[in-house]
């Protein structure tokens, strides 16, 4: 809360009439790479560096959410569905929700907790029970990123930390490039805003002693339009956020990864905020006024707003629940790769 109160005023300060951080110098900090798009066309406004492999460290949780949506939708899957906390998921580390073992939450309860609070916890507890294993979980995720043309990609958790003994090629990687891919296909075919735009939610909000208040990690949110999507940080990946931004109908993707403060300081991401807020202003000067966006997003939660947590208890619905999805629209996917005989 300390940083977003002294980041967020500065950044205010820095827009300009026509938007936020339109005229802004931003600090002299260091990125691997980025990328803006057009979220209607799929066309690229500005990048650098945006074919340069990376981790993505927490980022990784957006395809864990496509790999969730993915059952929501077939029904393998529904929000209610109660899942089991076990041992395994309350020992990992980094951000969490503190979850203990055999402790029950819902499929929707602990979304919320990956995508807000950004709790590795959680996103290993969805993966376990969406796949049976966290390792068939992953396999799932690799899958995904093939189907998406994500040729430079690959997934080994679903959550983003770094692995043993931190070797960056044993690790999650990706671009900026294919986030972007990613970051495109969850605004048109899922839900992920709903989950993205919020800033504070209670979980566990039915036990004052165990309640943890979920912080949004995403500094953006409040800017005009910005109501998502994930963040991420690590030792060796740097700050790293896909961002998106809707006005007037049109709609940007920020992808940016890799980014330190000036000389490589750890910034707690002001660099990269600040860059991140001019590629936005920039993709929408860049956008044709002609271009209109049209998703399958509908947010509950107007960004910026707070969205308190309801004590729902998780039910197990009858096997021939009907599960209502949003339809999908129009979107291209890249022809799957061929089969070797």
Known sequence: MIFRRAVLPLLFALSAAQGFAAKATPPA????????????????LTEENADEVSPPASMTKLMTFAV???????????????????????????TQVFLADKEVFSVEELTYAMMIQSANDAAHALAHAAAGSVEAFVEQMNAKAKELGMTHTVFRTPHGLPPVGRDIANGDLTTPRDFALLCRYLLLKSDVLKYTSVKERKFRAYSPA??????????????????????????????CLSSTAERNGRR???????????????????????KAAELIEKGF??????????????????????????????V??????????????????????AKKA
């Open 29 to 44: 900090g260091t990125y691997k790479g980025f990328i803006v798009v057009d979220a209607a066309t799929g066309k690229t």
């Open 68 to 94: 969730l949506d993915d059952k929501l939708k077939t029904g393998a899957l529904t929000l209610e569905t109660p899942v089991t906390v076990t041992a395994a998921d309350a020992k990992i580390g980094g």
């Open 210 to 239: 165990h309640m943890i208040d979920m912080i949004n990690h995403d500094h953006l949110l409040g800017v005009p339009g910005v109501d998502g999507l994930k963040t991420g940080y690590t030792e060796k990946a740097g700050y």
């Open 252 to 274: 940007v993707i920020v992808v940016i990864m890799g980014s330190f403060g000036p000389g490589g300081q750890i910034d707690k991401g002001k660099a990269r905020d600040i």
């Open 285 to 314: 000067a860049a956008i044709p006024s002609t271009s209109t966006f049209v998703g399958a997003n509908s947010p509950v939660v107007p960004a910026g707003k707070t969205d308190p947590a309801s004590p729902v208890v998780p």
């Open 316 to 337: 197990t619905p009858a096997p021939d629940t009907p599960v209502v999805r949003t339809p999908s629209v129009i979107f291209t996917l890249p022809p799957a790769p």
